[in-house]
Nanobody, 125 residues
């Protein structure tokens, strides 16, 4: 079992920035493909971004391209999601997810095995 812990959410005005972090305490995850997803009130959970084991391949949803950036620091077992130029429609609970060890990167929610509890991002207009 892989425990994932997100942090960095909060309340920000439109146009502002946040950086979300995801850690796996006590675990080295340099062979885990990682992703970020979000769920707005009353909506399904959607893909936001994904990154390969070494960080060489990155994917971002069209809705966040040019504003959000996924990255990872395997030496510190942390994955980041930088959120810039935030909009009210970005308001959601943001979830970090990991695929099973050794599995390739993916943009599909059902292919992720481990999930954090989520961190709330609220963007005011």
């Amino acid at each position: 079992q892989v425990q994932l812990v997100e942090s960095g959410g909060g309340l920000v005005q439109a146009g502002g920035s946040l950086r979300l972090s995801c850690q796996a305490p006590g675990r080295t995850f340099n062979n885990y493909a990682m992703g970020w997803f979000r769920q707005a009130p009353g909506k399904e959970r959607d893909f936001v971004a994904a990154i390969s084991w070494g960080g060489g391949r990155r994917y971002h949803a069209d809705s966040v391209k040019g504003r959000f950036t996924i990255s990872r620091d395997n030496a510190n077992n942390t994955v980041y999601l930088q959120l810039n130029n935030l909009k009210p429609e970005d308001t959601a609970v943001y979830y970090c997810a990991a695929r099973a060890a050794g599995r390739p990167d993916s943009v599909y929610e059902h292919e992720y095995n481990y999930w954090g509890q989520g961190t709330q991002v609220t963007v005011s207009s």
